[in-house]
Nanobody, 125 residues
Framework: QVQLVESGGGLVQAGGSLRLSCAAS????????MGWFRQAPGKEREFVAV????????YYADSVKGRFTISRDNAKNTVYLQMNSLKPEDTAVYYC??????????????????WGQGTQVTVSS
């Protein structure tokens, strides 16, 4: 069982930056691939970024590539999402999630067994 708690969301102007954090419980954090997803009002939850258990591999959605950076600190059981050059279309609730397997291809929502409660990110124009 993994419990996840996100923090760091807020209101920011377009072009600004935010850093999201996701703290995980448990002693097996490094065994999980950790992903960030987001869901805007009226839209389906979509993949943003994922990082492998060791942190050696990452993968990004095309919409955030070059602007967002995912990282993790296994000693602190925490995964981060650094978001730069934010755009109004980045406005959404951001969720972190844990998967026991590092998968090839675009991560799917249904692959992830554990989810946080989400943190709101609002980017004003």
């Amino acid at each position: 069982q993994v419990q996840l708690v996100e923090s760091g969301g807020g209101l920011v102007q377009a072009g600004g930056s935010l850093r999201l954090s996701c703290a995980a419980s448990g002693r097996t954090f490094s065994r999980y691939a950790m992903g960030w997803f987001r869901q805007a009002p009226g839209k389906e939850r979509e993949f943003v970024a994922v990082i492998s258990g060791t942190g050696g591999s990452t993968y990004y959605a095309d919409s955030v590539k070059g602007r967002f950076t995912i990282s993790r600190d296994n000693a602190k059981n925490t995964v981060y999402l650094q978001m730069n050059s934010l755009k109004p279309e980045d406005t959404a609730v951001y969720y972190c999630a844990a998967d026991r397997v590092w998968r090839l291809g675009i991560p799917k929502v249904y692959d992830y067994a554990y989810w946080g409660q989400g943190t709101q990110v609002t980017v004003s124009s």
